[in-house]
Nanobody
Framework: QVQLVESGGGLVQPGGSLRLSCAAS????????MGWYRQAPGKERELVAS???????NYADSVKGRFSISRDNAKNTVFLQMNSLKLVDTAVYFC?????????????WGQGTQVTVSS
């Protein structure tokens, strides 16, 4: 069994900050990549940020300079530091992990955590 446990969502004012975390647990050989996606009402799910096993990062243009993704390899955990939050950042944020299991790369999703930016 593989589980992605997300935490850190909540309600913040514009300009505020939140730090999301996602820990992968279960049986797997290694993590190929981890990332954060978000889905706002009426919009499709989009990639926010990702980080690969060799530490390459990728960000959506809309969050560059404001969000930062990092990882703790020992704890199989990925973080998303969100600063200077805007109203348009309001969405459900989903953790995703590409895990190596039984010699195959498999994609797993967390249940999502709500981030609401409002005054």
């Amino acid at each position: 069994q593989v589980q992605l446990v997300e935490s850190g969502g909540g309600l913040v004012q514009p300009g505020g900050s939140l730090r999301l975390s996602c820990a992968a647990s279960g049986t797997f050989f290694s993590i190929g990549a981890m990332g954060w996606y978000r889905q706002a009402p009426g919009k499709e799910r989009e990639l926010v940020a990702s980080i690969t096993s060799d530490a390459f990062t990728n960000y959506a243009d809309s969050v560059k300079g404001r969000f930062s993704i990092s990882r703790d390899n020992a704890k199989n955990t990925v973080f998303l530091q969100m600063n200077s939050l805007k109203l348009v950042d309001t969405a459900v944020y989903f953790c995703n992990a590409i895990l190596i299991r039984r010699g195959e790369r498999q994609s797993y999703w967390g249940q999502g955590t709500q981030v609401t930016v409002s005054s």
